[in-house]
């Protein structure tokens, strides 16, 4: 097995983080446990959580299959680009944090709270 040179594994491990980031965060918006997910997929649930952790690269057929388990086209895993994010891992935390509480709200509440935040969203 050939060692990537060392920006290219730091790369590769901010990528797999930020793939992570958004797994959980949508497993999470969504309400979904960590076992509903991995059911779907065929996995056990530690796979998945050293997936969302971005302890793991994920497979690309495994990749199509989460999106599926999240009902998400596999574009939105990916996003527009891995690059330039920005995002820190701080804003990536709180993020996540949200979701998580969004996940448990009832649909009308996961409504008004989504309202209330494109409303915050705007300039």
Known sequence: MTRLPKPAAAAEARHNRLLGHRL???????????????????????LIQRYESGEMAVPFGRLVRLAEALDV??????????????????????????????????PAKRAALAAMARELGRP
């Open 73 to 106: 086209p596999l574009a939105t895993l990916l996003g527009d680009s891995f690059e330039g994010s920005g995002r820190g891992d701080d804003e990536a935390t709180a993020v996540l944090q949200i979701a998580r509480i969004a996940g448990r709200l009832p």
């Open 24 to 46: 959980a965060l949508l497993r999470s918006a969504r309400g979904l446990r960590l076992a509903e997910v991995a059911e779907v997929v065929g996995v056990g649930l530690q």
